[in-house]
């Protein structure tokens, strides 16, 4: 099992442009979340999905954010336009549910410049 | 008030210390209890959960939590130099389609 992938692993940008980070979860796991960790806020949840279905979204801080899951094996989050407020490691993580806990990815460190 | 509140240290000790974390939660129907460990560079791993209040055990681990008075605790035997990490406390309900509240986590140092 190679885990929950993201990519990149890395991304630098400009301000302003646009910016998607991708997501394949656990095969069999029907929940996934996204998730921004920064110094100063620890670990925020920004959306998750429940089989493929956006249940809670209160914690995107923008309508500049928007998250997808189009299939049970994919998953994209967008930011546009990017700000550099936006720069911090980017998680996703999925699940079976209870007692399994999350199993995150390696994260995608985003920083806009 | 933050649903869940860790102190985020950092914690120094050294090798062969027994470590203890601890964490403090709000919401009364949070029902599992959790603890990640997250190296630098790294997504946070489970370590260990329990469900309601209890202790467990797990090798050099234990978790202990006391729901009358919302408080969650990790403890560390024989603390080891590879056993330096931050470690992130986590709290959910079972009717909140296991949405995770993650504590600030906690940096730990172990000396050799």
């Known amino acids: 099992d190679a885990g929950v992938i993201q990519s990149p692993r890395h991304e630098v940008t400009e301000m302003g442009q646009e910016v998607t980070l991708r997501c394949k979860p656990i095969s069999g796991h029907n929940s996934l979340f996204w998730y921004r960790q920064t110094m100063m806020r620890g670990l925020e949840l920004l959306i998750y999905?429940?089989?493929?279905?956006?249940?809670?979204d209160s914690g995107m801080p923008e309508d500049r954010f928007s998250a997808k899951m189009p299939n049970a094996s994919f998953s994209t989050l967008k930011i546009q336009p990017s700000e550099p407020r936006d720069s911090a490691v980017y998680f996703c993580?999925?699940?079976?549910?209870?007692?399994?806990?999350?199993?995150f990815g390696s994260g995608t460190r985003l920083t806009v410049v | 008030q933050k649903e869940v509140e860790q102190d985020p240290g950092p914690l120094s000790v050294p090798e062969g210390a027994i470590v203890s974390l601890n964490c403090t939660y709000s919401n009364s129907a949070f029902q599992y209890f959790m603890w990640y460990r997250q190296y630098s560079r790294k997504g946070p791993e489970l370590l260990m959960y329990t469900y309601s209040s209890g202790n467990k055990e797990d090798g050099r681990f234990t978790a202990q939590v006391d729901k009358s008075s919302k408080y969650i605790s990790l403890f560390i035997r024989d603390s080891q130099p590879s056993d330096s990490a931050t470690y992130l406390c986590a709290s959910f309900t079972n009717t909140g389609g296991f949405k995770t509240i993650f504590g600030a986590g906690t940096r730990l140092f172990v000396k050799a």
């Open positions: 999905f429940n089989n493929n279905v956006p249940i809670d």
């Open positions: 993580a999925s699940t079976l549910g209870g007692g399994d806990g999350y199993t």
